[in-house]
Each structure stands twice: as structure tokens, then as C-alpha cells.
């Protein structure tokens, strides 16, 4: 009782959050956040009270309508994603005060705050919704509300076009949902969520709504090849919002397929195939995208991409514990998933926060204008540094332990009565590892070291209030980096109940992490303390040797991934502006390359067209008089009243 | 209670104390078979210590992240150090998963060296980051498939176990894919120790270097910690190659000196390597660490098959 | 029975509606329908509640009174003009109201019913008012006189609610009620504003927005 009323407080607190905002002016701001946290305090709670208690809840609203009924159910599952929801978006909007403060942008930062509550209201429903009405009104609310707060400055035309572009995928995605749901209600008899007869899975239907639900929670959580709108919805939404978007709303897709993993006694092997092949393609592919980005922004969604990618990887491991009926493979794997949803609802807000910061002290994120900004903005660039060593997946910070736990889970598989392909994932996990470190050292290394490269002007640090949520996540990171055997029992309710019987902790020893990070930093201070005694002088940059160096001749961003770009220049296609260069003296010359998105502008965009061409022969039943249309509407209505009455 | 400790130390002043040795070694060797006496074995023993006298200097484009290279690839070394198994059958700190630990540690000193090279905001420096971080993408899945591989054989995911049972599988029908297995790794040492035919730890063509590039800004003592981790990453990662050949007796009075002993001919034969061979074509690098993912892709099967 | 007199009433006035071509007769028509159609709520419940007086006395107002004076204040807004001569002549609408009468019964005959509503005349005068509705809204040109087909459209729904007035909470029908009120009072608006734009009430030269 008390912790359904901890779940609905926190529900409507944050809904309401940014409603005074709109009435009253200038104190909108503080207001919002202090709800908020106040929901966030709620939300811990309860999440703490699930996970680390073992209790759960449930909660059984009346609602006089055929088919729904208002049926929450909070398990473990949902309130360890329920947990960073709520504290990463009071944290958001504490950094969005002054990001996007009232005072530039006027009644637009009302709006946004507003529609900022509505969604993350809408996401901690959606982590207990137990009834699949429920289910989709809430993300629908959520869907709709990233759809207004990332059209927010719509007097852009790319903004316009961003938007768009995600309105009409987020819509495939809730349409998919709707015929998933409906096959599984058909199997269950009823439209509550719940464990689906044992044999459905193998079935015709069970078959389809696998593939229809996977498409819907796919398109959500932006997994290769249905990631079409994270480039542009994140390149266009203001910095927190796109912290939102990335950090929680993507989780949400993955929550619908694991409570699918939850439901399905007995999922076919090949489900864990397609989840593991998505996952080491996208996985690589987005790499290679966002190192070829030169917009910071865009660079961090495909990174986005990545890292729901990596969960992919972890959740094809589980499901094929759960198909080939190995429980231990089905903790790591769920353990790894979960580990890494929530170290990735940490570190990529932080990041873009980062993104933000610098967004906001210099006036650019294209990242070949940017330089050295680490001794302009010390304090940002130390957070953002923290943020890629997490993101990268290096000890001791909280992103190897989530990737740990998914590499043991496919090295348990590799032994006999296993599943050999989770060679796959192994390999996979690999290569975006490396190709993290490439991608975030070259962004950390192009923005923040070196030189700047164009004329910033003035450029300033971000002002406290901005950095001090950055601060708070940078030390959870670490703190769970160094302490991940803090999480254990939280990872072990969560996990099991996506339906196994084993303990993370007889699998899986946390706690030597910690052990190695400590000797590892106690090596490193020793070592630090010893060599920055030594006196030193500071000089000119020597370069072997070189006489005349300038900011100009420092590696770009596109020149430190070249190596990498070219070798996937079949998947890329970057669009190629090359000089032409005569006689002996040339003049100065200009090379520009961009990289759009492949998919979007060479998949989709032409089928849309494609599509918009084969239908325009039906314009000959737009007369242009609404008389006409008010006939065509009572014909439809007699044709069914003689079809339903023959 | 005695012999974890015994090993532990034995580890521990092993490593710190002979590590320097190797480049060393490898030195003298290359002086041979160029007909000149060439310098001293133990010539970076004086090299650390002159450099630990000395004042830096630092470039002005730099920050406090520039020290963060070395000191990164010391601790590194020395942590790593301590999970791979030397003389005795398990290594001093043990669990399961530490392979994987293992290889993601010499990730975060890469990190940082990077880091430190594109500090300096330098050309040369950023391009030396630029291939190392190229080649990396290629040399992590032939690490890790070799891990797998010999995950596979053995059923534990630690390394002591994993390298144990390989060093006894070679005269069994296992000894085909070990040898994938060890040609994989051994490209892989090649290639993160920076030696030819990958780099030319001599050259001071800049144009051909990948780590003797990252590292030309550092001075004084930074420059020490520089060689000396360079030479613990030799030491680890030789260490891991060794143990897949060396079986294991079970005495330590014979295991310790015979693992000594390896160390020495692996120094020996990587100085042979760099004799006779030249450094490839920046091209034919991507290709050779290709053909190491394919040989450990290779191991894999065969020990799939065997199963 | 006496419901019965009042549903007979409703479809002449659907008949009237359909042969008349000034605005203010149809207004006042329509007006007329929407308090006949307060009282047949009236009879309909056995008890009378405050709550079912108070409903039946907002349907009559809002229908009866409200709507059809925000019709008129948009009427004497817009300069007088003759309606333009419809699509289809006003005969020819007669008789197709007819056909539409005869349909409804025909309709009527087909749908099962609960046995207290089977000898009234509840479902042909709703289809009746539906088509009598549908008529207005293509056939006429004028803005006005389709904004009274809309009005007889949600008649003819809200007749046929009434049927299942035990079964339907009384909230329903209040929504209805509403929807009906922002939809005039849109339409009033847009009305205003076509008319505003293009000087004149004829909907046929909207043609002209196509795309």
C-alpha cells in the first residue's frame, strides 16, 4: 500500500512539475526541479524498497472500460529502471534551469518544462504498467511529449525536419506495439501483461508478434537499422532533452523486450539469433557513423546506438540461457543487460550535459572548430573525461562491470551444452570496445586538447548550476565503478526475474573489480605522486623538432578516424568535396566531407518518396469540396450498415 | 597461506626488477647479427635512471592529462602483472573473468596515452594516436579470440586455468589449434608492443611510427615511466605467450627459472624477428592483424570441433 | 405514446428543414427540434430526478436556445444574401428525405432491440435525422445552413443514445452535449473567418484551396 502510494506520488509529482512553471513566471525553474527530486526521492525509495528488500507491489485501479483496467505491478524489473528514470531527470532539470533558462528563451522554456514532467510522469508509469491499454497510453504520452520538446526551436528547418522524421517513426513503432499487443492478448485471452502460455512463442502469431514487438521497442530504442531518427531528433533537441531522450526514453524500448524475455517461458533459439546479429551489426556499424560525425551531438547519438546495441548483445545471450534452459546464462546475460542499461542511463547524459556545457561556452558544437578547450573549461572537461573512460568500458569505472558481466555470460556459453554462437557477441563486444576507445578519444582529444583550431572568442566555463548535476553523475559513475558489488542484489532480483533461478553471485565475483581498480590506483598515485615532484619548465610544443608549428597542423577529427573510415567506406558513404589542386603554388583550398545518415538517405527517403509517387493517383478522389468528402463518409456508412446487417 | 604470499612477492620483484631486461635483450640481440657489440644489456637500467635526474619540460598546449600516459601505462603494467601467472600455475590475484579484465586494462592505457599524444597538439603525435587506436580494433577480437578459444578447452574463464591446460595440450591432438592460437598471440604481442614488422621502435622517420611517435614530447622522468611501462607491457604480455608454450612441472625450483628462461628466448627471438624481417607497409599491417583475427577465428573452430 | 407524437414531430421538422431555403426559418426549426428533443428525455425516465430534469433542461437550452442564438448573431454579422441555389434542387431533396424516411424504417426493422423500444419510433426518427443531416451538409452551399445539418446530425445521435439511456451513464451524454457545443462554436468561428477572407458564405468557391 505504502509503496503504491510511493509509486503514484512520484507518477504525479513529476507530471505536474512543470505546471507551475506555466502560470507563474520566473520561479518555473526551481519549482519543476524541486518536484522533481521530490519524485526522485519517492522514486528511490520504492526502488530501494523492491531491490534491496525483495518487496513488491501492485495496484488495481477501477475503470469502467471494456478491455482495461488501470493493472500496475511493481517488480524488480521495473523499479531498477524506475530508479535512474527519476534521478537522472531531476538531475536534468536542475542542469536545464540555466541551459535553457527562461530568461533567453521566454515562454519556450515554460513549454518545455512542462512537457518535460508529462514525460518522465509517463516513463515511471510505463516501468509498472501491467496492463497493455495502460501500457501504450503511457508511451504514447511519453512518445508525444519527446515529439514537443525536441521541436522546441522550430524555427529551424533541420529541427522541423528532425522532428518529423521521429514523429513518424516513434508512430510506426506504437503501431507495431498495438498489433504485438493485440497477438498476445489473443494467446493470454485477456490484455493484461503477463506470462504467455507455454508453446506460443514457436506458434504462427507467437512468430509475428515477436517481429512486430521487436520492431516497436526496436524503433524506440534505436537499434541498427530502425535508428533512422536518433541522429536528428538528438542533434535537434536542446542539450538535456536529448540527455532525456538518449539516457531514459531509449530505455524504455529495451524495457518492453525484456518484460517479452520475461513473458516468454520458452523463447525459440533463433529469437536470440536475430537479437545478437542486430546487435553486433548495429553495434559496429554506429561506430563507424560516429566517427565519422564532426557534430558532437550526432556523434554522441550514434554512440547511443552503440551502447543499445551492447544491451542487445546481452539480452540475445539471456534469451538463448532461456531457450537452451541454461539459468546461469540467463542471469549474466539479463545481469549485463540491466548492468549496462543502467550505467548507460548515467554516463550519456553526462556526456551530453558535457556536449551542452560546451555548447554553451563557445557557441558550436562542430567539433573541427573546437580545441583545448580543457584549460578554458577545466571542470567540464575533467566530467566529460570521466564520462568517455566510462563509456569506453575501462576499469574502474561503472561501464567495464555491465560489459564484464556480458563477456562472462558468453564465455559460460562457450562450453559444452551451450551456445556456441555466443562467440558472437564475444568478438562484438571486441570490437566496439576499441572502436569506443577510438571514437571518444578522438572527441575528447579534438574539443578538448591540443589547440583551438578556429577562433573561439571569448569562451567561458558553465556556470554551477550546470555543472553540479554533471558532478553528481560523474560520481556515480565512479562510485559504481569501484563498487559494483554494491549493485549485486539489485542486479540479482531484477534479473531473475526475467525467469531464472540463479544468483549473480556465485557466478560472478564483483568484488575482485573493486580489488583490481584499488591496486590499480594505489599503483598510479604511487607512480603520479613520484614524477610530478620532478622540477620542470614549460616550453613550446618540440614535435621532433619542428620549427613553426600552428593550430592548424594539429589531427582533425576526420583526419584521426580516417584510418578507421575508410575501411568502412562501403557502409558510410561520406559525400566528398575535393579541391582541385593545379600547378606548383596552389592557392588555399577547401575539402569538406560529410556523412549522413546512409539509412535515412538512401533507404528510407527514397521508399517514402517511392511510396508518396505510387499513391498520387489517388488525388483524383480530392475534389477540393468538402460536400464531396461528406458523401464519401455516408457511402462508407451505408456500405457498413448493409455489410454488418446482410 | 605461505606459497600464495611467496608467489606473490616472487611476482611482484620479478616483474619490477627484470622487466627492463627484455628491451634489453632484444637490443643486443639486433647488434649480433648487425656485427656491432652494441650497448650494454642492462643499458636501460642506466636509461631510467639518468632519466629519473632529470627536469621536464612541458609543452604549453599540454595539461595535467599529459602525465596521465605514463603514469596509466606503469600502474597498468603493474597491475597486470599481478593477473597473469608466471613461475606457479595461478597468478597472485585470480577470479573468474580476469582474462577479460586482463585485456581491458591495457585498454585504458591506451586511453590515456592517446590522450596524452593529442595533448600536445601536435601533427605527429596525433597521427601515431590515430594508428594505434586503428589498430586496436583489430588486435582486440584476435586477444579475445584466443581467450575464447582456449575458454573453450579448458571450460574456465581465468587465466591461470586457461594457460595451464594449453601448455599441457600440445603434444594432444589440441596442439593444432594451439598453434593458431599462438600465432594469433604472438601478432598481437608484436602489435601492442610496437616492434617490427609493425613498428620500428628505432626509426625516427615520423611518418613510420605509431608509439615512438605518441611519445615525443615527454621528458625526464615522465620519459622513464614512458620505457619502463613499455617494458612491463613487454613483460606481461610475454609472460602470457610464454605460459601457452611452457608446460608446467609442479616444482617450483623448476618452473620459476624455466619461466625465467622463456622470458629470455622470447626476447632473443623477438630480436631475431626484427633482424631479419623490415617494417610492413602501413597497408599490409591491417592485413596482418586481419590475418591474426582469422587465425584465432580458425583456433576457435578446430577447438569447437574437438569438443 | 406520447413519445411516439414527439419523434413523429421531430422527423416533420426534418422534412421542414429540408424544403426550406431561409436561413432564419431553418434556425428557428432547428431550435424547435432541440427543445422537442429536452422534453423526450424527460418522458423517457420513469423518475425523475434533479439530475434528469436538470439534463433535460441544458439539452433544451443549449439546442434550443443557446446554439440557435450564436447562429443568428453569426447570421446578422454576415450581410444578407440569398442562399445560393444548392446541388440538388429543393424537390429532389424532399424526395430523397423520403427515401431516407422509408430506409429508416426499413432499418429499423433489421436491428434488435429490447422489447420496451420495439413499437416506438426511436430508431427511424435517429437514421431519419442522421440522413436529413447528411443532406444539409453536402447538398447546401451555404456555411450557415451546413452548420444546421451538423446540428440535426448530432440530433439524430443523440436520439439514438436515448435508447440506451439505462445503460449509458449520464456523463456520456454530457460529453456528447459538449462536443456538440465546441463544434458549433468552431464552425462559428471558421465560418467568420471565410467570410472574412472571401466576402461571401458560398463553400463551393473553397474549392479553390485545393491543394
Known amino acids: 500500500m505504502l509503496l503504491s502510494t510511493l509509486f503514484f506520488s512520484a507518477v504525479f509529482l513529476a507530471a505536474f512539475s512543470g505546471v507551475p512553471g506555466l502560470v507563474l513566471q520566473r520561479v518555473g525553474g526551481w519549482t519543476a526541479s524541486v518536484l522533481l527530486a521530490g519524485a526522485a526521492l519517492c522514486g528511490l525509495v520504492l526502488a530501494g524498497a523492491v531491490l534491496y528488500g525483495g518487496m513488491t507491489w501492485q495496484a488495481d485501479l477501477p475503470w469502467r472500460l471494456p478491455n482495461a483496467h488501470l493493472l500496475f505491478k511493481g517488480d524488480a524489473l521495473g523499479s531498477f529502471i524506475l530508479a535512474p528514470v527519476v534521478l537522472v531527470s531531476a538531475l536534468l532539470s536542475v542542469y536545464g534551469k540555466d541551459y535553457w533558462s527562461e530568461a533567453e528563451h521566454g515562454y519556450a522554456a515554460r513549454q518545455l518544462r512542462f512537457f518535460f514532467g508529462i514525460c518522465v510522469g509517463a516513463m515511471v508509469l510505463l516501468t509498472a504498467a501491467a496492463n497493455a491499454l495502460v501500457f501504450l497510453f503511457a508511451w504514447e504520452g511519453m512518445a508525444m511529449m519527446g515529439f514537443f520538446m525536441i521541436t522546441i526551436s522550430d524555427q529551424d528547418a533541420s529541427v522541423r525536419e528532425g522532428g518529423w522524421v521521429y514523429f513518424v517513426a516513434t508512430h510506426l513503432g506504437t503501431l507495431c506495439l498495438f498489433a504485438g499487443f493485440s497477438l498476445l492478448a489473443s494467446a493470454t485471452g485477456t490484455f493484461d501483461l503477463g506470462p504467455l502460455p507455454a508453446g506460443f512463442a514457436a506458434t504462427a502469431p507467437g512468430t509475428a508478434a515477436f517481429l512486430l514487438l521487436l520492431a516497436g521497442f526496436g524503433l524506440k530504442a534505436g537499434i541498427g537499422p530502425l535508428h533512422v531518427w536518433l541522429p536528428g531528433a538528438h542533434a535537434s533537441a536542446p542539450s538535456h532533452v536529448s540527455a532525456l531522450l538518449s539516457g531514459l526514453m531509449l530505455k524504455m524500448g529495451i524495457l518492453g523486450l525484456l518484460r517479452l524475455l520475461a513473458w516468454t517461458p520458452d523463447p525459440p533459439l533463433w529469437w536470440a539469433g536475430l537479437l545478437t546479429g542486430l546487435g553486433a551489426t548495429s553495434g559496429i556499424l554506429a561506430l563507424a557513423f560516429a566517427l565519422a560525425q564532426k557534430d558532437l551531438k550526432r556523434m554522441l547519438a550514434y554512440s547511443s546506438i552503440e551502447n543499445v546495441s551492447i544491451i542487445f548483445l546481452g539480452l540475445g545471450l539471456a534469451m538463448a540461457g532461456k531457450a537452451r534452459g541454461i539459468e546461469a546464462l540467463v542471469m549474466l546475460g539479463g545481469a549485463g543487460a540491466l548492468f549496462h542499461l543502467l550505467n548507460h542511463t548515467l554516463f550519456k547524459p553526462l556526456l551530453f550535459m558535457g556536449a551542452g556545457s560546451v555548447m554553451h561556452g563557445t557557441g558550436t558544437r562542430d567539433m573541427e572548430r573546437l580545441g583545448g578547450l580543457a584549460k578554458a573549461m577545466p571542470r567540464t572537461s575533467l566530467l566529460f573525461l570521466v564520462g568517455s573512460a566510462a563509456i569506453c568500458g575501462l576499469p574502474p569505472l561503472n561501464g567495464f562491470a555491465g560489459e564484464w558481466l556480458i563477456y562472462l555470460g558468453s564465455f559460460r556459453a562457450l562450453g559444452p551444452g551451450g551456445w556456441l554462437w555466443a562467440v558472437v557477441p564475444l568478438v562484438a563486444l571486441a570490437i566496439i570496445g576499441a572502436l569506443a576507445v577510438a571514437c571518444f578519444t578522438r572527441a575528447y582529444g579534438v574539443i578538448f586538447l591540443g589547440e583551438p583550431r578556429t577562433d573561439l572568442g571569448p569562451v567561458h566555463e558553465a556556470p554551477d548550476s550546470m555543472l553540479r548535476p554533471m558532478a553528481v553523475v560523474a560520481g556515480l559513475c565512479a562510485a559504481i565503478g569501484l563498487a559494483p558489488v554494491a549493485l549485486q542484489p539489485a542486479l540479482d532480483r531484477a534479473a531473475s526475474d526475467l525467469g531464472t533461478t540463479a544468483h549473480l553471485s556465485g557466478l560472478a565475483s564483483l568484488g575482485y573489480l573493486s580489488l583490481v581498480a584499488a591496486i590499480g590506483l594505489l599503483a598510479a598515485a604511487a607512480v603520479w605522486d613520484r614524477v610530478r615532484r620532478a622540477p620542470s619548465t614549460v616550453a613550446g610544443t618540440w614535435d621532433c623538432g619542428y620549427a613553426a608549428p600552428t593550430a592548424r597542423i594539429q589531427y582533425t577529427g576526420a583526419s584521426f578516424a580516417q584510418m578507421l573510415t575508410e575501411s568502412f567506406y562501403w557502409v558510410l558513404r561520406p559525400l566528398e568535396r575535393r579541391p582541385r589542386i593545379q600547378g606548383l603554388f596552389p592557392r588555399s583550398a577547401v575539402f569538406r566531407i560529410r556523412t549522413p545518415d546512409v539509412f535515412l538517405d538512401r533507404a528510407v527517403k527514397p521508399s517514402v518518396d517511392f511510396a508518396a509517387w505510387a499513391m498520387s493517383w489517388l488525388r483524383i478522389l480530392q475534389a477540393g469540396h468538402l460536400p464531396i468528402y461528406i458523401l464519401y463518409v455516408v457511402v462508407t456508412l451505408v456500405a457498413l450498415f448493409v455489410w454488418t446487417l446482410s | 597461506m605461505i606459497r600464495p604470499v611467496l608467489t606473490f612477492l616472487a611476482q611482484v620483484s620479478l616483474t619490477l626488477a627484470l622487466a627492463p631486461l627484455l628491451p634489453g635483450i632484444i637490443n643486443k640481440v639486433k647488434a649480433l647479427f648487425a656485427g656491432r657489440v652494441g650497448p650494454p644489456v642492462l643499458q636501460l637500467y642506466f636509461d631510467l635512471a639518468k632519466l629519473m635526474r632529470k627536469d621536464s619540460v612541458y609543452s604549453r598546449s599540454s595539461t595535467g592529462l599529459f602525465l596521465a600516459g605514463p603514469v596509466a601505462s606503469v600502474a597498468v603494467g603493474l597491475t597486470a602483472a599481478l593477473m597473469v601467472p608466471m613461475g606457479g600455475a595461478g597468478a597472485p590475484l585470480h577470479f573468474t573473468g580476469d582474462a577479460i579484465v586482463f585485456a581491458y586494462l591495457f585498454g585504458v592505457a591506451r586511453f590515456f596515452i592517446v590522450l596524452a599524444a593529442l595533448d600536445t597538439g601536435s601533427a605527429f603525435e596525433g597521427m601515431g594516436a590515430s594508428r594505434e587506436v586503428t589498430f586496436a580494433v583489430l588486435a582486440e577480437p584476435a586477444l579475445f579470440l584466443g581467450l575464447a578459444a582456449l575458454s573453450m578447452h579448458c571450460g574456465a574463464t581465468s587465466l591461470g586455468p586457461m594457460l595451464a591446460a594449453a601448455s599441457k595440450g600440445w603434444n594432444t591432438a589440441s596442439a593444432g589449434p594451439l598453434v593458431l592460437v599462438l600465432a594469433a598471440w604472438t601478432i598481437v604481442f608484436l602489435v601492442e608492443n610496437c616492434r617490427i614488422p609493425f613498428d620500428d621502435p628505432n626509426t625516427h622517420l615520423e611518418l613510420t611510427m605509431i608509439h615512438e611517435v605518441m611519445v615525443l614530447d615527454h621528458s625526464g622522468p615522465g620519459l622513464g615511466l614512458v620505457f619502463y611501462g613499455a617494458s612491463l607491457k613487454l613483460w606481461v604480455l610475454g609472460a602470457l605467450v610464454v605460459k601457452l608454450c611452457l608446460p608446467m612441472s609442479g616444482r617450483w625450483w623448476l618452473d620459476w627459472p624455466a619461466f625465467v628462461a622463456g622470458m629470455a628466448v622470447l626476447a632473443m627471438g623477438v630480436g631475431v624477428v626484427e633482424s631479419v624481417m623490415a617494417r610492413l607497409k602501413l597497408r599490409r599491417v591491417s592485413q596482418a592483424l586481419i590475418a591474426a583475427v582469422v587465425s584465432g577465428t580458425f583456433g576457435f573452430l578446430l577447438f569447437l570441433l574437438q569438443a | ?211
Open chain 3, 1 to 211: 405514446m406520447s413519445i411516439n407524437l414527439l419523434l413523429a414531430a421531430i422527423m416533420l421538422i426534418n422534412f421542414m428543414l429540408v424544403a426550406s431555403s431561409r436561413v432564419s426559418k431553418c434556425i428557428q426549426l432547428a431550435a424547435f427540434q432541440g427543445g422537442i428533443l429536452g422534453l423526450v428525455l424527460v418522458l423517457m425516465h420513469e423518475r425523475w430526478t434533479v439530475l434528469v430534469l436538470l439534463m433535460a433542461m441544458s439539452t433544451a437550452a443549449i439546442k434550443g436556445i443557446l446554439i440557435p442564438y450564436m447562429l443568428n448573431r453569426a447570421q446578422d454579422r454576415m450581410k444578407a444574401q440569398r442562399e445560393p441555389e444548392p446541388y440538388v434542387g429543393y424537390t429532389t431533396s424532399l424526395v430523397l428525405a423520403a427515401v431516407g424516411t422509408g430506409l429508416a424504417f426499413l432499418l429499423a426493422r433489421h436491428l434488435p432491440l429490447q422489447a420496451g423500444n420495439l413499437g416506438t419510433l426511436f430508431v427511424p426518427a435517429s437514421i431519419m435525422a442522421l440522413f436529413t443531416g447528411f443532406l444539409l451538409l453536402i447538398t447546401r452551399k451555404r456555411a450557415l445552413l451546413q452548420v444546421v445539418g451538423y446540428l440535426v446530425l448530432e440530433n439524430g445521435v443523440y436520439l439514438f443514445s436515448l435508447l440506451l439511456v439505462k445503460e449509458m451513464p449520464l456523463l456520456v451524454e454530457t460529453g456528447v452535449l459538449l462536443d456538440l457545443v465546441v463544434g458549433i462554436a468552431v464552425m462559428g468561428i471558421v465560418i467568420n473567418h471565410i467570410q472574412t477572407a472571401f466576402d461571401s458564405q458560398d463553400t463551393h468557391r473553397l474549392a479553390h484551396l485545393k491543394d
